[in-house]
């Protein structure tokens, strides 16, 4: 049999009950917020794209092992479960545990980055970029130019281009690069992969010049899954085994386990080097906890695990990606701008098409994330100039050439029927987006990620939208 759509490759033994409210009640709630959708309590939110990081929903095995959590202050029986899975699945041989992304973000930069150094990446991203900031490295973007063209239809928008990255090598010289920052797939890109041939390439390049790769392993799976499906030579391979050949060709790595591992918190950071896996340690127990828990509880460890299996099962991922493309499809069919083609975790609204008679500096991505709440109670994110934040050295504001509203789909949590609505009132308010007519401005802005705590306030007394 031919399905028209592929079925989830599970069913639903437990439901959440959704609150929807009135649109007075929406407008309200979004002025107690200051505009910033981030602000809003998620009481009020009816459909919750804001992210899929720690949203998604476990399956009844991760249920079953938080009950055996073993939660032991050391040597924890559920951190050697952890400890496994990452050597099968990702191969590396030392695994630190941190209580998430960031967590294992901060290691690694107080690790490897110095003053003066440069941290070169494909695309920043907000927390990653901050850490390195913060140690006082200086980041450069070297993805491919068609990572920044939201119509750019490249199969691997996430690819490095290695003629940006020689430049640099060049410039300031291989010692003050101390390693190279690859993400797969490209969040702030909209959830691009990048390509085998890409990493093959790359890796050539920075083993010249003795430059480590630290892979950002938060959605590595979906980036497997791409690689399956659009890269000549993969298709026939398992998924397992592409997630452990995109491993085999770095040096360590930072791991967000709230995306592609369906944990609701968790992270850990690994190498193949021990004296790195040394230094990472003694610093894991002074800001995140004991190096065989690193801020998780036993539970959480025994979640983590048990979800990496869950993973790189190929309906699994097969699944996660298509409701995502089929998202993408419905608005894309109606003419909504939207970054092309759609990435593994999101669907990603070109805010400056979307809006073109607003300037960037009304912030067209914010605005547009806080009118599609008022229109049916849908969360997004904001990816644009507020995410962006403002250059270290000049202080002004960096508008990234991506104005983005960001439809994320947290996994195995939304049917259909949630992806159509939200599609629906997308459509709606692009048929009447002629009617916002101002965007916002700020009213209380945060010195570091201030997307998260940020306060607007429409920039006239035009109607917000009506
Ligand atoms: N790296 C990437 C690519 C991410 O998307 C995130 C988080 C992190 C690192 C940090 O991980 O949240 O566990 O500390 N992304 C979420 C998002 C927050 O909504 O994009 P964390």
């Known amino acids: 049999m031919s399905a028209s759509h592929p079925a989830e490759p599970w069913r639903i033994k437990m439901v959440e009950p959704l609150r929807s409210t009135t649109r007075d009640q929406r407008a309200q709630a979004l002025r107690e917020a200051g505009y910033n959708i981030s602000l809003l309590r998620s009481e009020d939110v009816y459909i919750d794209l804001y992210t899929d990081s720690g949203t998604s929903a476990m399956s009844d095995r991760q249920w079953a092992a938080l009950m055996i959590g073993d939660e032991a202050y050391a040597g924890a029986r559920s951190f050697y479960r952890l400890e496994e899975a990452v050597h099968r699945y990702y191969g590396y041989e030392h695994v630190i545990p941190t209580h998430q992304g960031r967590g294992a973000e901060n290691i690694l930069s ?24 913060l140690n006082g490295a200086v980041f450069h973007d070297v993805i ?124 850990w950071l690994a190498f193949r080097a021990p004296d790195l896996a040394e230094r990472a340690r003694n610093l894991v127990v002074l800001y995140e906890g004991l190096h065989t828990y690193g801020g998780m509880a036993g539970r959480d460890m025994e979640a983590v695990a048990q979800g990496i299996a869950e993973s790189v099962q190929e309906d699994n991922i097969r699944t996660r990606v298509q409701q995502v493309a089929y998202l993408g499809q419905r608005l894309a069919v109606a003419g909504v701008p939207i970054v092309r083609p759609v990435g593994g975790h999101a669907v990603c609204v070109d805010a400056a098409a979307f809006l073109p008679h607003l300037p960037r500096e009304q912030f067209p991505a914010q605005t547009l994330a806080a009118v599609l709440y008022l229109d049916s109670g849908v969360r997004s994110t904001e990816r644009g100039a507020v995410s962006a934040g ?77």
């Not at 107080?110 to 900031?133: D, S």
């Not at 430059?211 to 791409?226: C, K, S």
């Not at 802005?445 to 109607?463: C, I, K, N, Y």
Request: hydrophobic share 40%; charged share 20%.
């Open 390 to 466: 403002r250059d270290p050295a000049t202080g002004l504001d960096r508008f990234p050439a991506l104005e983005l509203v960001r439809l994320t789909v947290p996994r195995r949590t939304y049917t259909q029927s949630h992806m159509d609505l939200v599609a629906d009132s997308l459509i709606h308010v692009f048929r009447q987006r002629a009617q916002i007519i101002c965007g916002l401005s700020f009213v209380h802005e945060p010195p570091t990620l201030r997307f998260f705590q940020a306060r607007f306030a429409p920039v006239s007394d035009a109607p917000f939208f009506e």
């Open 110 to 133: 107080r690790c490897l980055v110095r003053p003066g150094t440069h941290v070169p990446g494909n695309m920043y991203f907000t927390t990653t970029r901050a850490h390195q900031e």
């Open 144 to 267: 491919i130019d068609q990572a920044h063209d939201p119509v750019s239809d490249h199969p691997f928008k996430g690819d490095i281009d290695l003629a940006k990255l020689e430049r640099l090598i060049h410039e300031v010289g291989a010692d003050l690069i101390p390693y190279v920052s690859l993400a797969a797939t490209v969040n702030m890109a909209g959830g691009q992969p990048i390509s085998m041939a890409g990493l093959t390439a790359l890796r050539d390049l920075t083993q010249r010049h003795g430059i480590p790769i630290i892979l950002d392993a938060a959605r590595a799976v979906e980036n497997a899954w791409f690689i399956k499906q659009r890269e000549p030579g993969w298709d026939g391979r398992a998924i397992a085994d592409i997630l452990r050949a995109i491993c085999d060709l770095t040096d360590g790595a930072a791991m967000s386990a709230k995306k592609d591992s369906y944990a609701n918190i968790g992270g």
